[in-house]
């Protein structure tokens, strides 16, 4: 079992920066894929960014290529989202998850594991 933690969402003005920090309660997860996925009200779940733990090659939605960035922390365990230039848009909860057997993990139904996500709200 993989539990995930995520933290560090909250109120922005557009144009900010958040960073969101999801932590691993494994001593590792090598051989996973990290994912971010975002959900607004009314809307399904959308897939922002993914990680390769082991070599850390990262994939990201079109929507947020070049604002956002995936990374990971091995000595914490810690996968973050690092978000700026945001909009009104991004506006979601945002979720962290593991799979271990995803590919590229665009697609929720790779993932196993999941936080409870952490709020974004992007507003003037």
Sequence with gaps: QVQLVESGGGLVQPGGSLKLSCAASVPTLSGYIMG?????????????????????????????KGRFTISRDNAEITVYL????????????????AGYYARVGAFPNE??????????????
Excluded: H
């Design 36 to 64: 971010w996925f975002r959900q607004a009200p009314g809307k399904d779940r959308e897939f922002v960014a993914s990680i390769r733990w082991s070599g850390g090659t990262s994939y990201y939605a079109d929507s947020v």
């Design 82 to 97: 690092q978000m700026n230039s945001l909009k009104p848009e991004d506006a979601a909860v945002y979720y962290c998850a």
């Design 111 to 124: 993932y196993t594991y999941w936080g409870q996500g952490t709020q974004v709200t992007v507003s003037s």
